[in-house]
């Protein structure tokens, strides 16, 4: 505390003296006024608590220097925070942006806790949708070796994405850069809707696998907002990421038929069963990005427009 009030005193003088006595700042002293509050603000964050998804109080005692994500949504918020010099390891999952090739992979479907504590992390960012792989007992054994475990909650709604942001700016000291994601995020998702707001309404169903069966992305998930966004009907009404058999596929008849993994493209347009849907039939299945529509972070948009182009090709590629 005591560091803290002196460069603030500093800081607070320093601006103070230069306005009372007509000074002109040069570029330099405006720098050194400018680091000097920065500095201040970043040291008031710390230690901050934040809850986690396991309703677990997590304390990060300073400004994270070392930081190990294990999955890739949280990897994409993090980078886009500005955090690339203190990203240290990502998951086997990790391939956005290009520079996570440059960091030490941590594991995918499983961690190796020895690796974990020998890099050394100030910070785990983990995730609510791992803990098959990444349980209480591992978070546990990190903890009790001084290392904070931040659990991420495996949200389904684009609010709880933008509290996932802001916790992970407190908690790595980037609080302005989370609230000025959060703002991008939101911007780019009203200019869509203004895009689509007078078209005429289709429906789509979303396939996120067809091997050995076909299941659907339904009703509260994170794609269906996306289409919802789009002024669209989800085809699926059940919730969640429902089984459906090839009657009831065909039942469906959706207008478009949308599939997140090319994969999942032949099993469709080339089995007999599905011949006379007219999306088949009008050559209306398309594949989609499926990282940007299933990853909860900063790139929400891109997986808007990707789901736009497929559906409005004509809007959305303009």
């Known amino acids: 505390m005591k560091t803290w009030q002196r460069l603030s005193s500093t800081g607070i003088i320093s601006i103070m003296l230069l306005a009372g ?17 920065e500095t201040v603000e970043e040291q008031a964050q710390f230690p901050i608590t ?27 918020i993090l980078f886009g925070l500005g955090l690339n010099e203190q990203i240290i390891g990502v998951s086997d999952n990790d391939n956005y942006p290009e520079e996570v090739q440059t960091k030490e992979k941590v594991g995918g479907m499983e961690f190796n806790l020895e690796q974990l504590i020998a890099l050394q992390p100030d910070l785990v960012v983990a995730h609510e949708s791992g803990l098959y792989s990444f349980n209480e007992e591992g978070i ?26 802001e916790q992970i700016g407190q908690l790595t000291g980037k609080t302005a850069e989370a609230t000025e994601m959060i703002a991008s995020i939101q911007k780019g998702i009203q200019d869509i809707e203004v895009k689509v707001a007078d078209l005429e309404e289709k429906s789509v169903f979303i396939v996120v696998g067809t091997e050995p069966d076909l299941y659907a992305a339904g009703q509260e998930t994170f794609i269906n907002e996306m289409l919802e966004v789009l002024n669209v009907e989800n085809a699926v009404q059940e919730l969640g990421w429902p089984m459906y058999s090839s009657e009831q596929f065909v039942e469906s008849n959706p207008d478009e038929v949308i599939v997140t993994y090319e994969n999942d493209y032949d099993s469709i347009v080339n089995n007999s069963a599905y011949t006379e849907m007219d999306a088949i039939k009008n050559g209306n299945v398309h594949v989609v990005d499926g990282d940007t529509t299933s990853r909860q972070g900063p790139r929400i948009v891109e997986g808007i427009e990707s789901l736009g182009e497929a559906i409005y090709p004509d809007v959305f590629k303009e």
């Open 21 to 37: 006595c007509g000074v002109e700042e040069t570029a330099v002293e405006k720098d050194t006024a400018q680091q000097s509050i």
């Open 50 to 76: 934040v809850t986690d998804a396991l309703n677990k109080e997590v304390t990060v005692e300073k400004a994270p220097e070392r930081i190990i994500s294990l999955i890739p949504s949280n990897t994409e």
């Open 140 to 165: 546990a054994q990190l903890e009790s070796v001084g290392i904070p475990v931040f659990v991420v909650k495996n949200t389904t709604t684009f609010e709880e994405t933008y509290t996932t942001i």
